[in-house]
């Protein structure tokens, strides 16, 4: 958050990176520690980008966009909220999923999203992607049924599948609730 090599400090959305106030409580901490400490500045590791749009249907970004991946050899992970059992069930079914995971690693680079209740689905996504976590572990985690959450599981599933395919492996066998 320092201004070149200068003792002048910002944070937040006048710094023109992550105009969110989750993100510019973040980084008032780090500019704030780094500019009582100064000239001892500190490079920290910044929390996943995530942003949601409470709108209906509502929308998130998290971690890395497919823009942001161009290039990148990833898999993208889709699921429709349109037959999803508890979308149905709530008669919001409609949006969709895209999970972006790295064609190498399995690491979970970020996802976009569409539909009911996303804001929940997208909490649980940017700890996933904080915390670096392979597509294999995040679908290793408790899914309760039924929830718009289910989703998640669907579109991981969807680039386990891929990952699989490109590496000639077999698809490890997961317990599945019904109608998921």
Not at 47 to 70: C, D, H, N
């Amino acid at each position: 958050m320092q201004c070149g090599d200068s003792t002048i400090f910002i944070a937040g959305d006048c710094d023109g990176t992550r105009p969110w106030l989750t993100d510019a409580t973040d980084e008032g901490t780090l500019a704030g520690c780094n500019a009582a400490s100064f000239p001892d500045v500190q490079h920290h590791k910044r929390s996943a980008s995530l942003s949601i749009v409470f709108t209906e249907p509502q929308a998130a970004m998290i971690g890395a966009s497919y823009k942001s991946l161009a290039g990148r050899d990833i898999v993208v992970g889709k699921v429709s909220f349109e037959d999803q059992g508890r979308s149905k069930i709530m008669r919001k079914n409609s949006g969709a999923l895209h999970v972006y995971v790295d064609a190498c690693s399995g690491k979970l680079l970020g996802a976009e999203a569409s539909g009911p209740e996303i804001e929940h689905l997208a909490h649980l996504l940017a700890w996933a992607v904080q915390l670096e976590l392979r597509a294999q572990e995040v679908l290793s985690l408790p899914f309760y049924h039924p929830v718009v959450e289910e989703g998640l599981r669907t579109a991981l599933r969807d680039a386990s599948r891929q990952l699989c395919e490109r590496h000639a492996e077999p698809m490890p066998i997961m317990a599945s609730a019904v109608g998921c």
